[in-house]
């Protein structure tokens, strides 16, 4: 579909009511509750599309991508703007402390869009480009203008765990409506053919995201409260979460959910061993009784097959040792945005090869993968350096946790599940999570602890001693 074609499908009269109506929502949650839309966009726009096909809106990928240009971008700009200009004392100026992190995406998505010029798959790049830059540098933005202060932290990780529940309630309700039984969730059909939930909920790994996004929102106010409750909510939980984790029928995320519990449950209960070690015994019993009880079909998915010949795990490797082969051909441009395929196959066609840091190495070279390494490494430093210096129970060692979830969850997919097309927007919008709503209670903090000595002159003189 060309440009004009996609734009005259947006100007029709059913999509333009959707984007002003979208548009009003939008400012409206701006004003009241910006959080929530960061909560939603680090669920992926995949869900928002599966919403419009229920309602029997069947958006196209790239018009819905077209789409959320027009309403993200110039938003972002004017906020930004707003926000630059309006600084207050208790807010500093947008992501000041994270400026070498938005040089290196930003280089990374120049990389990308010059890669169109000496790539052999003019079709498959321009979409890839175009959904990166939309879902990815957008709201990777919009994370930076949107969570303002402690309170909006606050709320991000409570509008966390609610949209992430609703999907799963949602998603599964829809399953047993039109399959019967949560059995099917897995989709599938036949002789092991992967489908789509009744040709509407696309991808058999419906429900992993926010799977994982609960599991470290649990683990995030399990580290970051002093409450009782809060300890025990991911032990109690685990089970039920682990049991629809398999069941969505995702390898990548059932390892990253694997990731995410064992580094939430160390950093969370560090200081507790007996605790810790009854949390990794919950994990472990409960990962028995989910894999002695799950179908046939599901169990060899999940537990026995990963190294067949032919499965998941094989081809896994074989395109990733094609990545490398790609890259060694041309170490320094790559081969250009969206030439895994015509590389590996000889064709302009709509793959990846299940693996992000593969195929960074063999599109973009060392020009691209070296700000890609660049962005892991600011958040991964920043967590490693609150860890370090907040003890356990206080909410930014909370959010340090969140954000190590965060890591694990997009580890385990970039190695063995989604392209760069799907998966560097969610690394770029947690990235810019992590560090913003990391910046932004370390600097609240800080800028109490000054006032809180100078109402006790006693306790700063024996500091001082």
Same mark, same amino acid.
């Given at each position: 579909?060309?440009?004009?074609?996609?734009?005259?499908?947006?100007?029709?009269p059913?999509?333009?009511?959707?984007?002003?109506?979208a548009?009003?929502?939008?400012?409206?949650?701006?004003?009241?509750?910006?959080?929530?839309?960061?909560?939603?966009?680090?669920?992926?726009?995949?869900?928002?599309?599966?919403?419009?096909?229920?309602?029997?809106?069947?958006?196209?990928?790239?018009t819905?991508?077209?789409a959320?240009?027009?309403?993200?971008?110039?938003?972002?700009?004017?906020?930004?703007?707003?926000?630059?200009t309006?600084?207050?004392?208790?807010?500093?100026?947008?992501?000041?402390?994270?400026?070498?992190?938005?040089?290196?995406?930003?280089?990374m998505?120049?990389?990308?869009?010059?890669?169109?010029?000496?790539?052999?798959?003019?079709?498959?790049g321009?979409?890839?480009?175009r959904?990166?830059?939309?879902?990815?540098?957008?709201?990777?933005?919009?994370?930076?203008?949107?969570?303002?202060?402690?309170?909006?932290?606050?709320?991000?990780?409570?509008?966390v765990?609610?949209?992430?529940?609703?999907?799963?309630?949602?998603?599964?309700?829809?399953?047993?409506?039109?399959?019967?039984?949560?059995?099917?969730?897995?989709?599938?059909?036949?002789?092991?053919?992967?489908?789509s939930?009744?040709?509407?909920?696309?991808g058999?790994?419906?429900?992993?995201?926010?799977?994982?996004?609960?599991?470290?929102?649990?683990?995030?106010?399990?580290?970051?409260?002093?409450?009782?409750?809060?300890?025990?909510?991911?032990?109690?939980?685990?089970?039920?979460?682990?049991?629809?984790?398999?069941?969505?029928?995702t390898?990548?995320?059932?390892?990253?959910?694997?990731?995410?519990?064992?580094?939430?449950?160390?950093?969370?209960?560090r200081?507790?061993?007996g605790?810790?070690?009854?949390?990794?015994?919950?994990?472990?019993?409960?990962g028995?009784?989910?894999?002695?009880s799950?179908?046939?079909?599901?169990?060899?998915?999940?537990?026995?097959?990963?190294?067949?010949?032919?499965?998941?795990?094989?081809?896994?490797?074989?395109?990733f040792?094609?990545?490398?082969?790609?890259?060694?051909?041309?170490?320094?441009?790559?081969?250009?945005?969206?030439?895994?395929?015509?590389?590996?196959?000889?064709?302009d066609?709509?793959?990846?090869?299940?693996?992000?840091?593969?195929?960074? #190495?063999?599109?973009? /070279? +060392?020009?691209g993968?070296?700000?890609? !390494? @660049?962005?892991? &490494?600011?958040? =991964?430093? *920043?967590?490693?350096?609150?860890?370090?210096?907040?003890?356990?129970g206080?909410?930014?060692?909370?959010?340090?946790?969140?954000?190590?979830?965060?890591?694990?969850?997009?580890?385990?997919?970039? #190695?063995?599940?989604? /392209? +760069?097309?799907?998966?560097s927007?969610? !690394? @770029?919008?947690? &990235?810019?999570? =992590?560090? *913003?709503?990391?910046?932004?209670?370390?600097?609240?903090?800080?800028?109490?602890?000054?006032?809180?000595?100078?109402?006790?002159p006693?306790?700063?003189?024996?500091?001082?001693?």
């Open positions: 579909m060309e440009f004009g074609q996609m734009l005259d499908q947006i100007m029709s059913v999509t333009l009511a959707l984007l002003i109506a548009a009003v929502v939008f400012l409206i949650v701006v004003a009241k509750a910006p959080e929530f839309l960061v909560a939603i966009l680090l669920i992926g726009p995949s869900y928002i599309q599966w919403a419009f096909a229920l309602m029997n809106l069947q958006i196209e990928r790239r819905f991508a077209v959320g240009a027009f309403v993200f971008v110039p938003a972002v700009l004017l906020v930004a703007i707003m926000r630059l309006q600084a207050s004392e208790r807010e500093p100026v947008i992501g000041r402390p994270n400026f070498p992190y938005i040089i290196a995406t930003v280089f998505g120049l990389v990308l869009l010059l890669g169109l010029i000496w790539t052999q798959a003019p079709v498959y321009d979409q890839k480009t959904e990166y830059f939309v879902f990815g540098m957008a709201p990777m933005l919009l994370a930076f203008v949107l969570i303002r202060d402690v309170a909006s932290v606050r709320r991000l990780l409570w509008w765990l609610g949209m992430t529940t609703l999907t799963v309630v949602l998603t599964s309700a829809y399953v047993l409506a039109t399959r019967g039984t949560l059995f099917t969730m897995i989709m599938v059909h036949g002789e092991g053919e992967v489908g939930m009744a040709g509407t909920l696309r058999h790994g419906a429900l992993s995201t926010p799977l994982l996004l609960t599991m470290g929102a649990l683990f995030a106010m399990a580290g970051g409260r002093r409450s009782v409750w809060w300890k025990v909510a991911p032990v109690l939980l685990f089970p039920l979460i682990g049991f629809f984790t398999v069941m969505a029928g390898r990548s995320n059932l390892t990253g959910f694997a990731g995410v519990s064992l580094a939430g449950s160390f950093l969370a209960y200081k507790h061993v605790v810790l070690l009854i949390v990794v015994l919950v994990l472990v019993s409960a028995l009784v989910v894999y002695a799950a179908p046939q079909s599901v169990s060899e998915r999940m537990f026995s097959n990963w190294f067949d010949e032919g499965e998941g795990g094989t081809i896994r490797i074989t395109m040792k094609t990545c490398l082969a790609g890259f060694f051909d041309s170490p320094i441009i790559g081969q250009g945005t969206g030439g895994w395929p015509t590389y590996a196959f000889g064709i066609a709509y793959d990846y090869p299940h693996n992000m840091f593969g195929e960074m #190495l063999l599109e973009g /070279g +060392l020009l993968f070296i700000p890609f !390494l @660049l962005i892991w &490494g600011f958040i =991964v430093g *920043r967590i490693i350096r609150i860890l370090r210096t907040y003890p356990v206080t909410e930014i060692y909370g959010l340090a946790i969140f954000g190590a979830g965060l890591v694990m969850m997009e580890l385990a997919n970039g #190695l063995g599940h989604f /392209g +760069l097309a799907h998966h927007c969610t !690394l @770029l919008m947690s &990235g810019a999570v =992590v560090l *913003r709503s990391t910046f932004v209670v370390e600097h609240a903090q800080a800028q109490e602890e000054p006032v809180a000595d100078a109402e006790t006693l306790r700063a003189v024996l500091t001082d001693t």
